[in-house]
């Protein structure tokens, strides 16, 4: 192998607020020879998702957060182009957390095969990545059922639309509720989903009320704030939550107050419970056999908003926090 060069994005500096691209770089690297047991990848398709904001802050969290100076990192689809390795051979298609760069060196163990005949890849990153499997795993860890009546908020986003439709096909009443009204029809005509509305044309509560008048059982958070509280006014006794999100505040400089009728948890017996995907990494398994087969036989839609090239990798890590995006944001770098 003679050395290869490779495009990256590293972080510039600690964003104040909305992130700008002066808070980015575009670099150029070069990746030596192979060592044994190694492979070379060619990323065909990049993951920009919100929870990256929290790690561009200098402070921990339950993520590391990224360093000055040195490439980001996130999920990616990409193709072994040489291999020095038994276990993985040139053509094969591998998810990774190498993210934001066009090509890196890794080992098999850093990587994760994928069947190259489902099409797009890039739904590896989205509805069979670890969106859908966030969305999964929220459903699955407050025991959606049958019956239930499930509000959605950030319906549109990539967890959001997955929510929704996994719990339609869980036999739910799902309502959702994104920033347009284009979005609005895409989730009932597109993902099924039997109410929504745009967030933008009125108090949360009130839409939420209409949609259901007789309250919900679940409320999947992807935003927090004025949709949370609306969720604790219209949840019925013995009610869940799921903590996945809140996008409304993650560029806040300071934290906002709590909801003002929090303690309806206690009147009304609710249960809170926070997410993070990486805790059901065991379950991984169960999680393609379940989607991967809802996904093959078509009963799942895949919402995508493609954009082509690493140098729009920051517009398009920028725009979900513009709502610019329909389902899962994801960076096309190779064909």
């Known amino acids: 192998m003679t050395n290869t060069n490779s495009r990256e994005i590293r972080l510039a500096s600690h964003p104040t607020g909305v992130p700008t691209a002066s808070n980015f770089t575009l670099a150029e690297t070069t990746l030596e020879s192979l060592h044994d047991q190694q492979v070379l990848v060619r990323n065909l398709f990049m993951s920009v998702d919100p929870y990256m904001r929290g790690r561009m802050n200098d402070r921990k969290s339950y993520v590391p957060p990224f360093e000055i100076g040195k490439v980001l990192d996130g999920g990616a689809v990409g193709e072994v182009i040489e291999s020095r390795s038994s276990e ?3 053509g094969d298609v591998v998810t990774s957390r190498y993210g934001w760069r066009e090509a890196f060196i890794a080992t098999p163990k850093e990587l994760r095969a994928v ?3 489902v099409q797009p890849l890039s739904v590896y990153l989205g509805t069979l990545g670890m969106t859908g499997m966030t969305a999964w795993a929220g459903l699955t860890m407050v025991e959606v059922k ?6 959605v908020s950030g319906a549109a986003g990539a967890v959001g639309n997955m929510a929704g439709q996994l719990a339609k096909l869980r036999g739910c009443r799902v309502i959702g509720s994104a920033g347009s009204e284009e979005k609005v029809k895409r989730l009932i005509d597109e993902c099924g989903f039997d109410a929504a509305f745009n967030y933008k044309t009125g108090p949360v509560l009130d839409q939420l009320n209409d949609a259901a008048p007789d309250g919900i059982d679940v409320y999947y958070d992807n935003v927090g704030g004025e949709s949370l509280e609306a969720a604790l006014s219209a949840l019925r ?3 869940r939550i799921i903590a996945c999100g809140g996008i409304s505040s993650y560029n806040d400089e300071k934290p906002k107050p709590g909801p003002s009728n929090l303690f309806n948890m206690t009147t009304k017996r609710l249960t809170m419970k926070g997410l993070i995907v990486g805790d059901w990494l065991d379950r991984q398994s169960e999680f393609e056999k379940e989607v991967g087969a809802y996904y093959q036989a078509g009963e799942l839609k895949s919402l995508e ?5 690493l140098d729009q990798a920051v517009p398009a890590f920028i725009g979900l926090f ?5 389902g899962k944001m994801v960076v096309k ?3």
């Not at 908003?305 to 090239?309: F, L, N, Q, R």
């Open 115 to 117: 069947n190259k005949a």
């Open 322 to 326: 513009e709502g610019k995006n329909v």
């Open 333 to 335: 770098l190779s064909s």
């Open 88 to 90: 993985l051979k040139v």
């Open 237 to 239: 006794v013995h009610g």
């Open 305 to 309: 908003t493609v954009v082509d090239g």
């Open 146 to 151: 049958d019956g239930d009546v499930i509000y």
